[in-house]
C-alpha cells in the first residue's frame, strides 16, 4: 500500500467580504499518495483552487483564514508554519502550476533568468551548474533547441510552450508535489491533450506526486489515479478512475459524467445539472446538493450524509447508500406513483 505524501484533515477555509463570511472550504479530508496524480473535480466556485492554495499558504491574509483542519506533509503541520518556514517548502519541495502561464513568468526577463534563479533561490549550485539543470528539465518538458531557447523572453513563446516552462519551473527543484490549478484553461483541446499526457510522462519519469485541479471531467479520464469530486466546499465523492467512471454513486458525480461529451455514442444528449450551487455565505445544514437533485429526501436538507465506503479507495458522502433511507426514498416513490 502506497504512503501518504500529504494528508488534509477537516479542512476550514473562509473569505471576509462587504457582503458577509464566504464558507469557501468546508471541512475537506483528503490524502494524495507517494507517486500517484489526484484530480480534484468540480464547478466553479467549489472550493477547488481555494483547498489547493492553503496547501502552501497562498490564502491572502487581508481577507481569508484557515478556520480549521490541518495539512500534514513530512509529519509538520503546514496551517501552522511561518511565512519563512513555508517559504523554504514552496517551490523546493512543494510546486505550483497556475492557471495562465503569462501572468505566471516575468515579462520583463529572459527564461533562462527566470529559471535559473527560480533554482538558486532553494539550491546552493553555481549559474553553471544551475543552467545545466535547467536544460535538462527543458528537454524533459519538450522544449526543443533548449540552448537557445533560454535567450528568449516569454511573448516569443506560444500558449503550449509557456505551459511547458512553467511545468520546468515547478519541475525544477525535484519538488515532492506538485499542484496544477487548471493548468489548460487557455489552452486548446490538442494542447491540452499534449500538456496532460506530460504530467503523466513526468509522473512516470520522476515519481513525483500530482493534485490536479480542473472543473472537467473529461480531461483526467487518461490521467488520474484517483479523483475526488468537489461541491460547495466539499468532498462529495472519491474513488480510483475506473470507481467514478463506471461506478458513481452521488448524484452531483453523475451529473458531471452525464455532461461530458462521448464519441462513441453519437445520438447521446448532453444532460445539463439544473439549478445553482448553494449559497456559501449561508450554506446549507444539510447535503449542499440537495436542491439540485431529483433524488432528495427529507433527510438531506437537514442533516449532512454519513460517508459510505465501497472499497479501500471508494467513499461518497450521500443519503442514497444508507439501506434505510433508500427503502423509505422507494416507498414514497411507489406511493405517489
Not at 464558507?23 to 466556485?45: M, N, P
Not at 453519437?266 to 437533485?293: K, M, N, Q, W, Y
Amino acid at each position: 500500500m502506497m504512503e501518504n505524501v500529504l494528508e488534509i484533515q477537516n479542512l476550514h477555509v473562509s473569505f471576509s467580504t462587504y457582503g458577509g463570511t464566504v464558507q469557501a472550504v468546508r471541512g475537506v479530508h483528503l490524502e494524495l499518495k507517494k507517486g500517484e496524480i489526484l484530480a480534484i473535480v468540480g464547478e466553479s466556485g467549489c472550493g477547488k483552487s481555494v483547498t489547493s492554495q492553503s496547501i502552501i499558504g497562498l490564502i491572502p491574509k487581508s481577507s481569508g483564514k484557515i478556520t480549521d483542519g490541518s495539512i500534514i506533509y513530512k509529519n509538520k503541520d503546514l496551517t501552522k508554519m511561518s511565512e519563512k518556514s513555508l517559504r523554504s517548502i514552496r517551490g523546493a519541495e512543494i510546486s505550483m502550476i497556475f492557471q495562465d502561464p503569462m501572468t505566471a513568468l516575468n515579462p520583463t526577463l529572459t527564461i533562462g533568468d527566470q529559471l535559473i534563479e527560480s533554482i538558486r533561490q532553494h539550491q546552493d549550485i553555481s549559474k553553471t551548474e544551475a543552467t545545466k539543470k535547467v536544460l535538462s528539465i527543458l528537454h524533459l518538458v519538450g522544449i526543443s533547441n533548449p540552448k537557445e531557447r533560454l535567450k528568449q523572453y516569454p511573448h516569443q513563446f506560444s500558449g503550449g510552450m509557456r505551459q511547458r516552462i512553467v511545468i520546468a519551473m515547478a519541475l525544477i527543484c525535484e519538488p515532492e508535489i506538485i499542484i496544477a490549478d487548471e493548468p489548460t484553461t487557455a489552452l486548446d483541446v490538442t494542447i491540452q491533450a499534449q500538456i496532460f499526457e506530460l504530467f503523466k510522462e513526468i509522473q512516470e519519469k520522476t515519481g513525483v506526486s500530482i493534485i490536479l485541479i480542473t472543473h472537467d471531467l473529461g480531461v483526467v479520464a487518461q490521467v488520474a489515479d484517483r479523483i475526488a469530486v468537489m461541491y460547495a466546499g466539499k468532498i462529495v465523492e472519491t474513488g480510483t478512475r475506473k470507481e467514478i467512471f463506471y461506478k458513481p454513486k452521488h448524484p452531483y458525480t453523475k451529473g458531471l459524467l452525464s455532461s461530458v461529451p462521448r464519441l462513441d455514442l453519437e445520438d447521446e444528449e448532453l444532460v445539463p445539472i439544473p439549478g445553482s450551487p448553494p449559497d456559501l455565505f449561508a450554506p446549507p445544514i444539510g447535503c449542499p446538493f440537495t436542491a439540485r437533485c431529483a433524488f432528495a429526501m427529507e433527510v438531506c436538507e437537514k442533516v449532512y450524509p454519513n460517508t459510505y465506503s465501497f472499497s479501500a479507495n471508494h467513499h461518497v458522502s450521500c443519503w442514497l447508500q444508507d439501506e434505510r433511507a433508500r427503502h423509505h426514498l422507494i416507498s414514497t416513490m411507489g406511493q405517489s406513483s
